[in-house]
């Protein structure tokens, strides 16, 4: 794993314009320490911030670009690395090399740390290769998935704003005074007192109610979830549609249980696959959306957990080879 990531790099993660392994190279960068997790934060503020200078930026891609690079370099009394940008260069770059060269990196420290508040530090929680189960300041109560995290402000419990990068359920103390909000890719969920599961993976997000109500907003657009309820969020999507959450699976690595009640077998695989970091793959099209009624432990031995499933649809095989699980 790399020590350092460029900002271009970084830029290009954050406007989902990597590639699926460059994502999950970047996503392990974040997760690894808390500082790595602060420099992707700080970037794509920056990156946010920039896009009310997008409209209005007067340089010219090429120049605005090379000029932040060459100034940039400068200040650190290095020879300067000149890239060549192709004409169509994206206008949030443009903009955050604006950005850069207006405030010198000090817009990403006020944004990140509190214009008002400077004594406000923000506390970092993370897992790594178990569940970790916090209280906080609030009486609030989270739980981090595996290779996930949270940052709060020291003044968390005046302002509860929480930032997320991968999975985590949040059981809220209420407070109407002090509204609950938890920020993750260009999503804002907020809540006053109930109980919610958000997922972030590869730019997307997903959040589930399990009870009370919550509002999701992104951009100019916003719903409300009441329990049972659920909503997908892709990067490119321009609204926001409320589904019926399918299943309990979402809470696996809270209740330590599996519960798939006539759920598609590709669902259930696919929380198989984050919950082993594995990569079972349904060679099968006819099993596809095959229901599955079955209640599992997670401490069960994936190759167990594979036998139950097995057992409900006798023409299902399970091929385990070399570290690869094929279901036909």
Avoid: C
């Amino acid at each position: 794993m790399k020590k350092r990531m460029s900002e271009d790099i970084l830029i290009k993660y954050l406007l989902g314009e990597g590639s699926p392994a460059e994502a999950v190279e970047i996503e392990a960068w974040a997760a690894a320490n808390s500082a790595n997790a602060k420099k992707l934060e700080e970037v794509k503020i920056i990156l946010e911030t920039s896009k009310r200078l997008a409209q209005v930026s007067p340089l010219g891609e090429v120049e605005a670009w090379e000029k932040f690079k060459n100034k940039r370099a400068a200040a650190k009394n290095e020879p300067a690395k000149v890239i060549p940008i192709s004409t169509n260069t994206n206008w949030l770059r443009i903009a955050a090399a604006v950005v850069f060269l207006i405030a010198g990196g000090w817009i990403a420290y006020y944004l990140y740390n509190g214009q008002k508040d400077a004594s406000a530090d923000w506390v970092n929680l993370r897992a790594t290769d178990k569940v970790r189960i916090d209280t906080l300041p609030d009486g609030s109560i989270v739980h981090i998935n595996k290779n996930s995290g949270i940052s709060y402000s020291g003044n968390f419990k005046s302002k509860r704003e929480i930032r997320l990068t991968g999975e985590a359920f949040f059981n809220v103390k209420h407070n109407e005074a002090a509204p609950f909000t938890v920020h993750v890719n260009d999503v804002n969920i907020m809540d006053v007192g109930t109980a919610f599961n958000v997922k972030s993976k590869q730019h997307n997000t997903e959040v589930i109610v399990e009870s009370g109500i919550v509002k999701v907003s992104k951009n100019n657009n916003a719903v409300q979830l009441r329990a049972q309820q659920m909503v997908s969020i892709k990067p490119g999507d321009r609204g926001l549609k409320i589904e019926t959450s399918p299943d309990l699976l979402y809470n696996y690595y809270i209740s330590n249980t599996f519960i798939a009640n006539k759920t598609p077998l590709r669902r259930l695989v696919d929380v198989l696959n984050d919950a082993y970091g594995t990569n079972i793959k349904i060679k099968n099209k006819a099993l596809l959306n095959t229901s599955i009624t079955v209640t599992i432990r997670l401490q069960d031995s994936l190759s167990d957990i594979l036998n139950v499933i097995k057992a409900t649809t006798p023409e299902m095989h399970v091929d385990e080879t070399g570290g690869n699980i094929i279901i036909r």
